[in-house]
């Protein structure tokens, strides 16, 4: 089992950042790709951006490219996105995931446990 809590989100106005967290506590973080999704209301969840393992390989959806950065610290069991120029559109509660496999990935399936959440909200 892994256990998975996100943080940071909160509320920002448009152009400004915020930079969230997820720990995790319960098998060896190192041994999972990691995964932040969002929800936004009335919308399905979707992939915003993927890590490997080792934290060398990096996903990122085409709404967010150049302006979100996932990162790891295996150290400290702990997987970040920071989040620049947030726009309205990023309004949407934040996931965080872990998938039992080496390469990032986008697809919901794989990833095996996830996080309760965290909300952020972009104000224009």
């Known amino acids: 089992q892994v256990q998975l809590v996100e943080s940071g989100g909160g509320l920002v106005q448009a152009g400004g950042s915020l930079r969230l967290a997820c720990a995790a506590s319960?098998?060896?973080?190192?041994?999972?790709?990691m995964g932040w999704f969002r929800q936004a209301p009335g919308k399905e969840r979707e992939v915003v951006a993927s890590?490997?393992?080792?934290?060398?390989?990096?996903y990122y959806a085409e709404s967010v490219k150049g302006r979100f950065t996932i990162s790891r610290d295996n150290a400290k069991n702990t997987v970040f996105l920071q989040m620049n120029s947030l726009k309205p559109e990023d309004t949407a509660v934040y996931y965080c995931?872990?998938?039992?496999?080496?390469?990032?990935?986008?697809?919901?399936?794989?990833?095996?446990?996830w996080g309760q959440g965290t909300q952020v909200t972009v104000s224009s």
């Open positions: 890590i490997n393992r080792s934290g060398g390989s990096t």
């Open positions: 319960g098998r060896t973080f190192s041994s999972y790709a």
């Open positions: 995931a872990a998938a039992p496999r080496n390469y990032a990935t986008i697809l919901q399936a794989l990833y095996d446990y």
